[in-house]
């Protein structure tokens, strides 16, 4: 706002000034330096973002699972032998970069699984669209594993998984997704672990036609989550809690009836050529990654699919 300041200190010298000019002149001067100065305090006001937790989020279900630090920044959900928590976005998008700061559970988490995802709906409904991060807990001294997921009309099966190359419990540590029409990209602290790339043509494996909301919970998956469900959840260690700060969004929020992101605009960078594709940096780590840090790739799984699936025909590099 210094431009709008400096015009009208320099009017106001002006003023001082002898007149050598006409009092329409200065009215209208005066109107314009106003103008000026609107401007640049509104546009400054509307890029600070809303940091705390009730500008972004709604507590789905435990609000007794719920708590703040003091200054409403950091946010932590905690799990014991009686139930979870969750929380969800206020908006829906379609479209765009989401990231959040997670800290996971520490110790033996065996059974516990972290979530943070986007989906069309709030429930596992049959026809819903979702990007998933699942965090799946382990005996203590055993590395977390990362498991990514993307559903389409209800159908998953697409399932990922990951060693991280750091310890997600000792410190804040950035997830992120990036989606457009091109491509979903899942990130880790800025490195791409994970490229699903759309079709040009019609499809029913790629999710871009439903806005979503963006979601992150704590619950028992301990059938499941390690090594198959062999290993279950220490309920003694109880309560289990990962923690969450610095949520960023830049995409396009869903407003009915006729929303922006109904069809892409390329206005954005994150619907620009360079988002369509790797770049040659990501590509670099994407390699890395793909050598030492995949555990399981369904599209590596001939047993379960004898026929691979279309999409994974595709490639990430493209």
């Not at 009686?82 to 929380?87: E, I, K, L, S, V």
């Not at 998933?132 to 594993?145: A, I, K, Q, S």
């Not at 590509?283 to 799984?301: E, G, M, P, S, T």
């Amino acid at each position: 706002m210094r431009e709008g300041f400096i015009c009208l200190q320099g009017l106001i010298s002006t003023k001082t000034m002898e007149q050598k000019a006409s009092s329409s002149s200065m009215a209208m001067a005066a109107i314009w330096c106003f103008i000026v100065y609107l401007t640049i305090a509104t546009t400054c006001c509307s890029a600070v973002s809303k940091p705390s937790f009730d500008d972004n989020f709604s507590i789905m279900w435990s609000e007794n699972h719920f708590k703040t630090s003091e200054d409403g920044q950091t946010w932590f959900l905690s799990l014991d032998n009686d139930t979870g928590c969750g929380f969800q976005t206020k908006q829906k998008y379609r479209f765009g970069w989401f990231s959040m700061k997670l800290k996971l559970v520490g110790g033996d988490s065996a059974g516990v699984v972290t979530a943070y995802y986007m989906c069309t709906e709030d429930g596992a409904g049959p026809t819903r669209d979702e990007l998933d991060f699942e965090f799946l807990g382990n005996r203590t001294g055993e590395p977390y594993l990362i498991q990514t997921n993307i559903y389409k009309n209800g159908t998953g099966n697409r399932e990922m998984r990951h060693k991280l190359w750091f310890d997600p419990t000792l410190d804040y540590h950035t997830y992120s997704i990036l989606w457009n029409s091109h491509q979903i990209i899942f990130f880790v602290d800025k490195v791409p672990v994970r490229v699903f790339k759309n079709a040009d043509y019609e499809n029913n494996f790629f999710p871009n036609q439903k806005p979503m909301y963006l979601f992150s919970s704590i619950w028992n998956a301990d059938d499941w989550a390690t090594r198959g469900g062999l290993e279950k959840t220490d309920w003694k260690k109880a309560p289990f809690v990962s923690s969450y700060k610095d949520f960023t969004v830049d995409g396009c929020q869903w407003k009915d009836p006729y929303p922006d992101c109904v069809s892409t605009t390329t206005q954005h960078w994150w619907d620009q050529y360079d988002a369509w594709h790797l770049t040659k940096d990501q590509k670099l780590d994407f390699a890395w990654v793909q050598r030492n840090l995949v555990i399981y790739d369904y599209c590596q799984d001939t047993e379960r699919f004898p026929t691979l699936p279309e999409e994974c025909s595709l490639s990430p590099w493209d």
